[in-house]
């Protein structure tokens, strides 16, 4: 039943995310050509120019706000609204429903993220030599090699937690989305304003709990916790830490809509 | 066999107001049932629970056996009193659906009466008007083989001709093993359609009872017996 | 011939009569198939159950009978449906002659009002 509840996801959303990347496209390849014909000085050919690239960063952004506002529009349409009626009635688990929309969710996130970096590769196009680029680029990735190896021995260790702690950040705030609306439904009537409220109070929350464990950490004896870490550093336990609130905060946002929608689903 | 719905003792109350109030009902298999009560009255409450759209507040209510679930999902065929389709759909896509996730869904048989009802499968149904996405939406639930049909007034607000037509679709898809319960305020159109009916008032069941012996021993259709006892 | 369920009697007594008729005036003749359980409470706007017991009483009466493979058909013989219709004539004089009492007619006087009506003198 995932695999289906997935492929309905994905149409579902599609039609909202191939459009706007078609537009992020379209204002980068347009504000790309305006410059072909910048030796021409005209009042308006600096107007377009500058008009066009106003529109390409304002799109650029548009991309992540509407990421965003595209996940949390699909979520609560789907679930709350009277297509909730049709949702909530087919033979399929919360958990399965969480977790097609959270996968697809998760993909359309990333694929955002892949589609604005290219399209700055697009604006680029002729004005910077790649190949000099990807040169620097692995001169950097040399010297950052170079210094974890002098401050961090275990550098596999920090870029693997590194990783992970993306992921699970960018999960993180898919599922501060959903846990939002699963909380706003709670009281029937006033269900999106209470999700927004919801929303900010988590932030505030998890904005309060990350400082508080960053401002303990340096104080932890981690060789107490950890007695064969001999030889790694703090940057590792640091990361680690961060990795280790972070898979709480997801797991929290996680169980907290999981039990809310099983349990106290109220369509009204 | 169990009954194919059952409640015992069931409550809900939502923030303060009663809906429904120690109701206790068994519905047999291969029946068609009418809800039958005033508009607030309880009924759509009723149906939402049974459905797992709402959760009881006390007591229990039972499919087959068995609290709302997956399992109760797959066997119970509803129809809300809502659109509850995605706009942006064609009928082919909204049939698909169905036929992806309802094992029990029949596709010719819904496309048979899609093609009766002269629509075309690539209608978007945003392009569709409001009376005919309702019968769309009532021949995606008729063409389940399930054990139990939740319609949630279908008739309501509808011409005569929409009325019957609407009629013919459940008479036409009954299944002598499955039980369709029926809600509605209306209950002279319906009336020669039911077996039972169930009167519920202010949240309390005040009748349940077989039409033809309400009309041998009381003499009166349904329909008057319904206005007597929610006279106003 | 439409079917006509508005009196507030049982609804399958109804359709027991309704049926009846059908078959005495010859719009299911002897012999012939019926339409299935479904398509007739369809037809009819009943529930198939009613329909269903409706037609049982009528194959307990002899005037149907079923096949178990092929269906239910009307009755052959012939001389069933004219009791039948015998039946029914019966009761619509009876229900006539009380009207006509009421209005004070004897059954005498009736019957000579009957006549004159026949040819048309009144």
């Known amino acids: 039943m995932l695999s289906k509840l997935l492929k309905y996801e994905w149409k579902a959303t599609a039609r909202f995310f191939l459009p706007i990347y078609g537009l992020l496209f379209a204002m980068a390849v347009a504000s790309r050509i305006s410059w072909l014909f910048s030796e021409v000085d005209n009042v308006w050919n600096r107007v377009l120019e500058i008009t066009l690239l106003m529109g390409y960063i304002f799109m650029f952004g548009g991309v992540f706000v509407a990421t965003f506002l595209v996940i949390a529009y699909r979520f609560y349409k789907n679930m709350f609204t009277d297509e909730g009626y049709l949702t909530f009635t087919l033979p399929v688990s919360v958990g399965n429903l969480l977790t097609s929309k959270l996968i697809i969710a998760f993909i359309w996130s990333v694929f955002s993220t892949i589609i604005a970096v290219f399209s700055i590769v697009i604006l680029m196009l002729g004005y910077v030599q790649f190949d000099t680029i990807f040169q620097q680029l692995g001169m950097v990735w040399d010297e950052l090699v170079r210094a974890m190896a002098e401050y961090a021995p275990h550098s596999w260790l920090i ?7 993306v992921i699970l950040a960018l999960i993180a705030s898919i599922l501060r989305i959903f846990a939002s609306f699963a909380v706003g439904q709670l009281t029937g009537k006033h269900k999106v304003l209470l999700a927004i409220g919801a929303y900010f109070g988590f932030g505030v929350v998890e904005q309060f709990f990350g400082l508080t464990v960053l401002m303990i950490t340096p104080y932890l004896n981690y060789r107490e916790v950890f007695p064969d870490a001999y030889g790694i550093v703090t940057g590792e336990i640091v990361l680690l830490v961060l990795l280790i609130v972070q898979l709480v905060v997801t797991a929290i946002y996680g169980v907290v809509t999981w039990v809310l929608m099983k349990r106290n689903v109220n369509l009204q | 066999m169990n009954p194919i719905l059952e409640c015992r003792n069931l409550n809900k109350h939502f923030q303060g107001t009663i809906a429904l109030q120690n109701i206790n009902l068994q519905v ?3 029946r068609i049932v009418g809800l039958l009560g005033p508009n607030g009255s309880g009924k759509t409450t009723l149906i939402k629970l049974a459905n797992g759209l709402l959760q009881p507040s006390a007591g229990q209510i039972l499919i087959d056996g068995m609290a709302p679930g997956i399992e109760t999902k797959r066997i119970v065929s509803y129809l809300p009193e809502r659109t509850y389709l995605s706009e942006w759909m064609t009928v082919r ?5 169905f036929a992806d996730f309802y094992a029990d869904f029949n596709r010719d048989k819904a496309y048979d009466m899609l093609t009766r009802l002269g629509l075309q499968s690539t209608a978007r149904l945003k392009t569709l008007s409001k009376g005919t996405k309702e019968k769309v939406q009532l021949i995606l639930v008729m063409s389940r083989e399930a054990q139990l049909y939740l319609l949630d007034e279908p008739i309501g607000g509808v011409d005569p001709a929409a009325r019957d037509y609407i009629l013919h679709t459940i008479i036409g898809n009954y299944n002598p093993n499955a039980t369709v319960i029926i809600s509605t305020h209306l209950i002279s159109d319906i009336e020669n359609v039911l077996d039972d009916v169930i009167f519920i008032s202010r949240g309390e069941i005040v009748l349940q009872s077989n039409v033809d012996d309400i009309r041998e021993t009381q003499g009166k259709t349904v329909d008057a017996l319904f206005r007597e006892v929610f006279r106003c | 011939m439409a079917w006509d369920l508005k009196s507030d009697r049982p609804i399958y007594a109804q359709l027991i009569e309704q049926i009846q008729l059908r ?17 007739m409470a369809a037809d009819a706007s009943v529930n198939p159950n009613t329909m269903q017991r409706a037609l049982m009483e009528l194959e307990n009466e002899g005037l149907l009978y079923s096949q178990r493979t092929s269906g239910r058909f009307v ?3 012939v001389e069933k449906i004219m009791e039948a219709k015998n039946r029914l004539a019966m009761d619509v004089i009876e229900e006539f002659l009380e009207k006509m009492e009421s209005l004070g007619y004897s059954t005498a006087q009736t019957v000579d009002l009957l006549k004159q009506a026949k040819e048309g003198k009144v």
């Not at chain 2, 896509?93 to 659906?97: H, L, M, P, S």
């Open chain 3, 75 to 77: 009755t052959e013989d």
């Open chain 2, 93 to 97: 896509q909204v049939i698909d659906f």
């Open chain 2, 28 to 30: 047999p298999r291969g």
């Open chain 1, 159 to 165: 870029l693997t937690e590194g990783i992970l702690l």
């Open chain 3, 23 to 39: 078959i005495v005036s010859g719009s299911y003749p002897p012999g012939e198939k019926l339409p299935s359980v479904r398509d």
